[in-house]
């Protein structure tokens, strides 16, 4: 579970101590990026509560969603489609679908020790 964690901090850093500006044309592909690596964290986070975590499937998976979401902008700006949102939409839903089950799995857990307890 430090994996994940260790990223988002040095994310977390790094926009806060740089002051990069993204230009207006990049902003679509930064969106989807930033989508694609909170979907890839929280669905390591949920991995680690499902004792299943793999370093290896969290990293090519962080770096295929990533390229997989830069090419379907990409595409989407030849083309003139804003195909983009098909990635927004996917990995939204993934997001939150991986938030509901850690969500779940927290209380899930907090509550068998609780039970536990007594």
């Known amino acids: 579970m430090w994996l994940p964690l260790l990223f988002l901090i040095i994310g977390v850093t790094l926009g806060i101590l740089t002051d990069i500006r993204i230009p207006d044309a990049y902003s679509d592909y930064l969106s989807i990026a930033v989508l694609a690596a909170f979907?890839?964290?929280l669905g390591g986070i949920?991995?680690?509560?499902?004792k299943n975590f793999d370093d290896t499937v969290f990293l090519t998976g962080f770096f295929f969603n990533i390229t997989l979401a830069?090419?379907?902008a990409f595409i989407g700006v030849q083309l003139g489609v804003d195909l983009y949102l098909a990635?927004?939409?996917?990995f939204?839903?993934?997001l939150f679908r991986n938030l509901a089950m850690i969500r779940r799995m927290v209380i899930d857990q907090k509550l068998l020790t609780k039970f536990r307890k007594k």
Request: no cysteine.
């Open 39 to 41: 979907d890839t964290l």
């Open 46 to 50: 949920r991995a680690q509560l499902e």
């Open 70 to 72: 830069a090419v379907l």
């Open 87 to 90: 990635a927004v939409f996917a």
């Open 92 to 94: 939204g839903v993934r």
